[in-house]
């Protein structure tokens, strides 16, 4: 087993488009990123990238890129668990937590798993998205931007190690 942490933040500004977990979300203000902003995703990729042994976000799709420019960022997912598979791993769990002042998005998250499970082949319950704010505190707090954290669990099949009894 492999364990990887991935971590993501963004402007929040007007003008720009509102993804998170691969949906738009509503609001004034939007994540400015060279891909589409989407923290959470860009904080799953990481964890799953780092578990594997295979950097981060930026290595394997450099900001410095023209064809990442705007891209959506399941797409990058379905590259990163094209990866990861291609070393054998399997994902065992992602666990996710995204802190943002506002707007308050509890109830888009069942639509968050919906989407992201079907990308990466998973079962819900290898998925849990959290929200949380900052309680006012720091850029999160004054809604001038956001971050996600992810941590996932890499299986490997053929190094399972022997249980001793």
């Known amino acids: ?5 991935g971590f993501d933040t963004h402007i929040l500004e ?10 738009p979300v509503p609001h004034s203000k939007g994540s400015k990123g060279h891909s589409d902003g989407d923290v959470l995703i860009h904080a799953i ?11 981060d976000i930026g290595n394997q799709f450099p900001d410095t890129d023209p ?7 399941k797409i990058l997912l379905k590259k990163t668990i094209g990866l990861i598979s291609g070393k054998g ?11 943002l002042q506002r707007p308050k998005i509890n109830d888009l998250v069942p639509d968050m798993v919906s989407v992201l499970i079907k990308i990466m082949g998973l079962d819900e319950d290898q998925l849990s998205i959290k929200a949380k704010t900052s309680e ?5 707090g004054r809604e001038e931007g956001i971050s996600a954290y992810a941590v996932a669990l890499l299986e490997h099949p053929a190094s399972s190690p022997h249980l001793i009894h």
Request: net charge neutral.
């Open 136 to 140: 006012k505190l720091g850029f999160i």
């Open 1 to 5: 087993m492999r364990i990887g942490f």
């Open 14 to 23: 007007s003008g720009y488009e509102f993804w998170l977990g691969g949906i």
């Open 67 to 73: 064809a990442y420019k705007g891209i959506d960022s």
């Open 45 to 55: 990729i990481d964890a799953l990238l780092g578990a594997a042994g295979l950097r």
């Open 89 to 99: 791993y399997t994902i065992g769990n992602i666990d996710a937590t995204v802190v």
